[in-house]
């Protein structure tokens, strides 16, 4: 079992900051690349950030240049940098990695973390 744990949503004015975190913990022999989502109430998930196990990174357009995706020494952690924050960065934002276990591989999900920029 692999669990995905996010934290550091919250309320930010825009043009503020925020860094979103998530740990994975379980049966990992692997993660081969992590990454974070965002979904607004009737339109679908979509990739913000990714980042490959050898630190290779993916961005939306939206979010280039204002935001940066970085993992932890221990490569079992993921973090979402966010600057410059404009209302229409409010989401629910889900953090995502690509894990190799004992058993198999697969790609598994966090809970979500609600980033809301309103003055």
């Known amino acids: 079992q692999v669990q995905l744990v996010e934290s550091g949503g919250g309320l930010v004015q825009p043009g503020g900051s925020l860094r979103l975190s998530c740990a994975a913990s379980?049966?990992?022999?692997?993660?081969?690349?992590m990454g974070w989502y965002r979904q607004v109430p009737g339109k679908q998930r979509e990739l913000v950030a990714a980042?490959?196990?050898?630190?290779?990174?993916n961005y939306a357009d939206s979010v280039k240049g204002r935001f940066t995706i970085s993992r932890g020494n221990a490569k079992n952690t993921v973090y979402l940098q966010m600057n410059s924050l404009k209302p229409e960065d409010t989401a629910v934002y889900y953090c995502?990695?690509?894990?190799?276990?004992?058993?198999?591989?697969?790609?598994?999900w966090g809970q979500g973390t609600q980033v809301t920029v309103s003055s």
């Open positions: 995502n990695a690509d894990v190799t276990t004992w058993v198999t591989r697969g790609t598994y």
């Open positions: 379980g049966n990992i022999i692997s993660i081969n690349a």
């Open positions: 980042i490959t196990g050898g630190g290779s990174t």
